[in-house]
């Protein structure tokens, strides 16, 4: 009997440590985007928004918007108010499809990335041209819009994979302990 009773305090035990665990291995997801991912705009944006689920860190570098041959916005100091990141923009390049790419810091320090794909049923105003960027543009066609997922860059093995091999463990542990206490009773 005292062992059922260990069986079942170790069952309890366990569950609980990892159901409290569990949010605390959650990372920060974008949730939702201005302008949304599919959508048509039809009047050139100031500003990006992006919500994540949890606090973020960003800076500018770690945005771009690319369109038809290789038109890149001009991007400005993000603004961060927890999970919302606020980027200035300033829009340039015909109407077509364009790849929002984002990179930010999640409070416990991971890497979230991605790309949203939307469309600009208005042109932007004219790249322009100097001899210091000419170059670049060159070799920006090479460099195309390709539709991303987005992605997590992680640091290892996703949190859910650990939750399901802490209660797999839980659960041999506890049914060995039971095992043994019916031979044991035999």
């Known amino acids: 009997m005292s062992l059922r009773r260990l069986a079942a305090t170790l069952l309890v035990a366990g ?3 990892l159901g409290t ?3 605390a291995l959650a990372h920060a997801e974008l949730e939702s985007t201005d302008p949304a991912k599919g959508a048509s705009v039809t009047q050139l944006p100031k500003n990006i928004t992006l919500t994540f689920s949890d606090t973020v860190l960003a800076d500018a570098d770690g945005f771009a918007v690319t ?3 290789g038109a890149r916005w001009t991007i400005g100091n993000p603004t961060v108010a927890g999970g919302v990141v606020t980027v200035p923009v300033t829009p340039v ?3 077509g499809e364009y790849l929002l790419e984002y990179r930010v810091t999640a409070d416990d320090g991971d890497h979230v ?3 949203i794909n939307f469309t600009m049923a208005v042109a932007g105003a004219a790249p322009t041209t100097t001899t210091t960027e ?3 543009s060159t070799t920006a066609p090479t460099q195309a819009p390709v539709a991303a997922p987005a992605s997590e860059d992680s640091k290892g093995v996703p949190s ?3 939750f399901v091999v802490g209660l797999a463990v839980v659960v041999i542990i506890v049914v060995l302990l039971l095992a043994r206490m019916r031979r044991g009773a035999k």
């Open 113 to 115: 990335s991605g790309g």
């Open 134 to 136: 000419a170059a670049p």
């Open 93 to 95: 390049g015909p109407v």
């Open 160 to 162: 859910w994979v650990w």
């Open 15 to 17: 569950a609980l440590v």
């Open 67 to 69: 369109g038809p041959g």
């Open 21 to 23: 665990a569990l949010p």
